[in-house]
């Protein structure tokens, strides 16, 4: 990191700063969710940590005005690229009825908001693959130039429907973007145990696709791939594939103990990637960033994160019977 | 009025939708150029395009899948089931996504899919192409399940499920594709989800039926009138939700019911359609809710003999209508 | 005779069979090192290694398509499904695969797999980690489905259920795991699978359920014996072939019959259970047969107002044993 | 095929003359089905026509005592090599009651025959191939040193199940030999609209296992390649991944019309490449083969046929009763 690698990528000296900005806003609204779920305030947690450089690094290369997304549950980066605020995603942490993903109705993580084109997803891993292929398909249906990104864990391509949602956007020749963000384990099984290939990317192939494998913690070379694939799908080349490897700096949820399936060494030397810090470290030594303005930054984002705890934590949840709203179009509005 | 046969009414259906509504799409297995193994989407292909009429890949989840997210986006697609046993491999996708997407999103997301599949049986398909698979979801709420049996029933009903805002699975019975023929409006038409039909009107005994047996119920019927024996016979249409109404209605006014599926016995839709029965119409009942059935063996054979066993007809249902008539 | 929870009973039997049987052998996601997300088979890994604990990839349809090869083999898989949720991009595996192996092949093939999964909600487990999946199956001649409400059920069911020489569906209530607690032999026993069982004998009002809802039952009956309602609580525990006789027997005995599930309504298989009184025990019934269950709406919602309005409770139970008395 | 390539492969003239022979057993029990189905006297036919060389090069491959096999409904001349006779092929055909199979239960082409290691397969396409890798894993956990074999067309690689089963297999380094019968076609719907990626091999990669792309005209070239595969298997090296390329020269199935989808130009040009000829060619300029010996097998292979129908067609169905039989083990014989 000595060259201003950002320049060459055609990012100014602001807009990387603002992908600072984004991915310690991510961090810190995930912070604080686990401070919340350990004060007996929130009931479950899923973490983006370690993982907001690939995250928020992929939504800069997306025009996300225009563009899909198809998250899953760790993209705090990705739907705040996308434009869900701080707030909702405080009122989705409360389940309250304010969530603008499902009215507290989904367990956090499982975003969803139709304004910021956020297609809504389950838990069931996997499944927005083929959704994904599904929307590009309407795109070139309806001659759009949109983008459909759809991200998930390395653990997931091993679903059927990684399979199954690839090949259809490579026989179709897509536009569409497959993020898998690798972490190095799905729960507690670790990648050795999940695939035997060298690399998630090393898949693409297998759809006629090219495969690229960069690294997770610099949101740079994120960016550059993901423009680059954006590209192609502009330019009608079709579907990539590509892996950002990093690694889950926090235990698979709120709900996991992962002392019991590796060790503190083995975090703690992971920690040092940290994007966070590095990518810090990179915008100082580019000049592009002081002690100084990081504080600044620190405090406005406490500020938005303290806000948005506020409003979330006064809000009511939904009525009880409100539950039985939604099942069908005809019921809209009934109980 | 033309008479026209049940398939031809199902591709009447899809033609009309796709060339009123762009957003109207198909996809599935050889659906394009052969149009479709049944001739279902004969001659859609030529007609609108390889864009509108899509050959997939042999991958159920993602048709399944890619239709789903097509119908979030805004479209309007109609995916095929090349046989109702195989959307096993796209369960996931039906009841975790399509059915869930508009409750889990409060509203803000929807998915208006269609997905057409042939079920039944008596055609030489042995296990895995003669299964009713309606069981299966029959349960599962933000889905709805239409199987109709007449080609006015087919047409109406397919229009309405392809225009529907919410996903409807809408199962063909295979054997009365050609079997099956009747009139149908040169009009336009649509009719609603959700309401059974009164397909005969009867004294003494009431069968509720749904698909190719509503045809062997009606021949049953039509010689047991000889004997003196008058039956009401109600045609479900769409078996989720199931029209309570119609349901309460048709068995009180005999106090006799005799349910018939050809779907094997324990824990088919018509153990619902009884308990509903059981819960609102107690003491209008002259006899025990009788449920026809096949029987409780995981499939159809191949083997005429083992097939014919197994096979809902008409006789079966005029013994069991006479016994019914005799409690 | 040791008091265990709920998971301990599951945990014990899977240790027994594995040390009794060295072709039993466990399979899922997490089940291994981490010892489950439930730890459910917490220790078995330390004790067995990793070669008959083993941690699968993220991908259902294999651990249950390996286990069913394993099975075919001649082996004794245990597959874990980390929610009953998820088991659903397994279906085809199970229903085409696993169910009719035995009967496709005319008795030369076999396939002894256990399915374990932990169902139902009260956990803050939302729309994917609440659902019941049981309805899904209890249809599929070929498989049996086990449900059991006590420790003592869940030891001896289980263990017969790795035994039995044909697939087993095995789903715990992830509630019950640690809030259920109960006696259980220090000897070895197995109980049988297809046999409900009385967990409480009365006169008034004949109750049938299953699992948790069973001990919410349980409950509402003590309440309500001061009000000198006398309630009659059958257990089903195998929810898949139901054990008619046992059924019929209850809801004769006192001829007003409430039928409990977690569930949503319409589908479930308490609609069959229903069907089976009202083909049997017409004229016993002094009441229409009641059904109690959950609001027709996909799933379980997260937030606390709306999981406390789906979730089946001991009130909602009391409420309606009461009114059925009254009726 | 100048040089004595089979000599090179270690097969003796004797090996090659019943390699060439089975694959014409297997191409005449296939014909005469067709004839019985035209006829009116059987409901159904589904061929192997163009993969007889593929299938018998593979069966050849391995050890046909000990190994395990998992076919899909084209493999006749798998099974044959297994040891299912003729008249068994002949009685599922006919759905009788003594057909091994099934007893008549399933449709043709459905095999399973356990004194021949041949597992029981159902419709749903590609459900074997996590099966095989549980067989695999069986034997692996026993310490027992056979191979497991499963087939399926190309069509069936875009399952899920596919890519389950092999990523399964390549984690836990399972002996399976997965063989790819690549006919161009399934059904009516042509390899580039199945796949994007330039051979089924190619997904190989994606497992951590070999891939090999063999003609599957050439029953030579498919011995090579699955005797390496089960070698390697042998040898605890883990899974491959083989694609044998051929054409389907039939219909799908007697239900099929192909003419609706492809030129009869098409199917011309592929059945020049046949390899019952191209085989038969081979061997007579390699003075293995004589026109005399040839019409021996012919008539041999006649009588065979002959007997086989003659046997099946005398053959009772099932009782209608015995359909209620065989859904658990306690209720076996129980009607
Ligand atoms: C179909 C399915 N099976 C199991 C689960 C339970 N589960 C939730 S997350 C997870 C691990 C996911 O790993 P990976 O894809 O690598 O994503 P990561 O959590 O590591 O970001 C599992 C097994 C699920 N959600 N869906
Ligand atoms: C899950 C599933 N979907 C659809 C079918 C219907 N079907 C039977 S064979 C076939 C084509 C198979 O093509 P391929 O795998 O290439 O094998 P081929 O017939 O060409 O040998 C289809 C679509 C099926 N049997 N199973
Ligand atoms: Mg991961
Ligand atoms: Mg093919």
Not at chain 2, 42 to 64: C, K, M, N, W
Request: glycine share 8%; net charge negative.
């Amino acid at each position: 990191m000595t060259s201003k690698r950002h320049e060459e990528l055609g990012l100014s000296d602001e807009q990387v700063l603002s992908m600072y900005e984004m991915m310690l806003l991510a961090r810190k609204i995930d912070e604080r969710m686990w401070l919340l779920n350990r004060a007996g305030k929130i009931p479950f947690v899923v973490s983006c940590q370690g993982q907001e450089a690939a995250q928020v690094g992929a939504a800069m290369a997306l025009n996300t005005k225009e563009d899909y997304l198809l998250p899953y549950y760790r993209d705090i980066g990705l739907v705040l690229g996308f434009g869900m605020s701080a707030t909702d995603l405080m009122m989705q942490g409360f389940a309250r009825a304010e969530d603008p993903n499902s009215g507290g109705r989904q367990m956090p993580g499982h975003f969803g908001q139709k304004k910021n084109r956020i297609v809504s997803g389950s838990s069931p891993v996997t499944t927005q693959l083929p959704h994904a292929a599904g929307i590009a398909l309407a795109a070139k249906m309806e001659k759009k130039n949109f983008v459909t990104l759809v991200s998930f864990g390395e653990g997931s391509s091993n679903q059927g429907d990684f399979h199954e949602g690839a090949n259809f956007a490579g026989v179709h020749n897509l536009p569409v973007i497959f993020l898998c963000e690798n972490n190095k384990y799905a729960i507690s099984v670790p990648i050795e145990k999940q695939l035997a290939c060298d690399k998630v990317s090393d898949r693409a192939i297998g759809y006629g696709m090219p495969g690229y494998t960069v690294d997770g913690n610099d949101p740079l070379a994120v960016y550059e791939a993901v423009k680059n694939a954006s590209d192609r799908c502009k330019n009608g080349e079709g579907p990539t594939l590509i892996e950002t490897v990093s690694y889950r700096l926090t235990p698979h949820s709120s709900d996991d103990d992962d002392s019991s399936y590796r060790s503190k060494e083995e975090v703690e030397e992971e920690k040092k990637k940290d994007s966070i810090h590095t990518f810090s470290k990179y915008l100082k030594e580019m000049n592009v960033l002081t002690e100084e303005k990081e504080n600044e930054m620190l405090d406005k984002i406490r500020q938005i994160v303290d806000e948005a705890t506020e409003a979330a934590e006064n809000a009511p949840y939904a009525d009880p019977e409100s539950s039985l709203k939604y099942v069908y179009a005809d019921k809209d509005g009934e109980v | 009025m033309a008479v026209i046969s049940y398939i031809q009414a199902v591709n009447a259906a899809m033609r009309e939708e796709m060339e009123k509504d762009e957003k109207v799409f198909i996809l599935g297995e050889d659906v394009g150029e052969k149009g479709g193994v049944f001739k279902a989407t004969e001659g859609l292909y030529q007609e609108f395009g390889e864009e509108r009429v899509l050959d997939t890949p042999l991958a159920e989840s993602a048709i399944a899948g890619v239709g789903i997210g097509a119908a979030m986006y805004g479209m309007k697609p109609v995916a095929e089931m090349q046989f109702a046993d195989f959307i096993m491999p796209a369960v996931n996708q039906i009841i975790s996504e399509a059915a869930k997407t508009r409750y889990r999103s409060n509203n803000d997301w929807t998915c208006p899919i269609t997905i057409r599949a042939p079920y039944g049986g008596g055609i030489h398909g042995a296990l895995y192409h003669s299964q009713s698979v309606e069981s299966l979801f029959s349960h599962v709420p933000g889905l709805k399940i239409v199987m109709p049996s007449t080609p006015y029933d087919v047409k109406g009903l397919l229009k309405s499920a392809i225009q529907d805002e919410d996903p409807v699975l809408f199962f063909e019975h295979k054997r009365a594709y050609r079997l099956v023929k009747g009139e149908v409006p040169d009009e336009e038409y649509t009719l609603p989800i959700g309401k059974a039909d009164i397909k005969k009107e009867g004294e003494d005994i009431t069968v509720i039926s749904y698909g190719l047996c509503l045809h062997f119920a009606m021949e049953a019927a039509e010689k047991l009138e000889d004997e003196g024996i008058s039956t009401h016979i109600l045609d479900l249409r769409t078996v989720y939700p199931l029209d309570q109404e119609a349901i309460i209605e048709a068995a009180s006014k005999t106090g006799k019911v005799l349910l018939v599926t050809e779907d094997n016995k324990e824990g088919s839709l018509m153990g619902e359609v009884s308990a509903i029965i059981a819960e609102h119409c107690l003491f209008d009942l002259d006899a025990p809710v009788q449920r026809l059935a096949g029987p409780e063996v995981p499939a159809m054979p191949y083997a005429p003999t083992m097939e014919k066993y197994f096979m809902m007809n008409p006789e079966k249902i005029e013994k069991a209508i006479r016994e019914l008539a005799q409690f």
